[in-house]
């Protein structure tokens, strides 16, 4: 059973850059895309991106100039970088396995493991 | 970008009662739809893929239908577990992957 944990500051700055860590124990990071999501106090989940274990990465248009998803394969962990943050990022922060395949003539993506999540403050 | 919107915002449902949650697309998104549960606290935990297959270790009180533009989860008896946030999540065109609002099951 694949594990995730994330990690980081708790509170970051407006105009920072917010930073995240994924470990993932229980099973390998390669042959799988990885996502970042999130979801601000008392709302709804709102897609950051993946990265790939090749390194290729996809994010969402609304956030796509301010972030980075990059891997460490040797250490088994994913980073979340988000720049110039301001309070509307204020939220619990998650990474999970996005389990993206076809069979069948049908094709998947989905989130089957999640971290605990992290909440992130943004405050001065 | 895809909108998800689902209905009603709050269900109260008695224990032991069944539980309709609907998740509407903006435009089709055939069977590419997703469920996942969540309660206080937690992260987000998938329950159906594809639209109706149960994810591992879903319990079969948990049905998913539809197809298009219109889904729905059905809790066919509620358990004391179940009271939570439901999200959908729509796969078929993306960037973005995109979620709705949610559903709120609570004790009636």
């Known amino acids: 059973q694949v594990q995730l944990q994330e990690s980081g500051p708790g509170l970051v700055k407006p105009s920072e850059t917010l930073s995240l860590t994924c470990s993932v124990s229980?099973?390998?990071?390669?042959?799988?895309?990885w996502s970042w999501i999130r979801q601000p106090p008392g709302k709804g989940l709102e897609w950051i991106g993946y990265?790939?274990?090749?390194?290729?990465?996809n994010y969402n248009p609304s956030l796509k100039t301010r972030v980075s998803i990059s891997l460490d394969t040797s250490k088994n962990q994913l980073s979340l970088k988000l720049s110039s943050v301001t309070a509307a990022d204020t939220a619990v922060y998650y990474c999970?396995?996005?389990?993206?395949?076809?069979?069948?003539?049908?094709?998947?993506?989905?989130?089957?493991?999640w971290g605990q999540g992290t909440l992130v403050t943004v405050s001065s | 970008e895809i909108v998800m919107t689902q209905s009603p915002a709050t269900l109260s449902v008695s224990p032991g009662e069944r539980a309709t949650l609907s998740c509407r697309a903006s435009q089709s998104v055939s069977s590419r739809l997703a469920w996942y549960q969540q309660k206080p606290g937690q992260a987000p935990r998938l329950l159906i893929y594809?639209?109706?297959t149960r994810a591992t270790g879903i319990p079969a009180r948990f049905s998913g239908s539809g197809s298009g533009t219109e889904f729905s989860l059905i809790i066919s008896s509620l358990q004391s577990e179940d009271f939570a946030v439901y999200y959908c999540?729509?796969?078929?065109?993306?960037?973005?992957?995109?979620f709705g609002g949610g559903t709120k099951v609570e004790i009636k």
């Open positions: 594809g639209a109706s």
């Open positions: 999970a396995r996005d389990r993206e395949y076809c069979s069948g003539g049908s094709c998947y993506k989905y989130f089957d493991s």
């Open positions: 229980g099973g390998s990071i390669s042959s799988f895309y």
């Open positions: 999540q729509q796969y078929h065109d993306w960037p973005p992957l995109t």
């Open positions: 990265i790939y274990y090749s390194g290729s990465t």
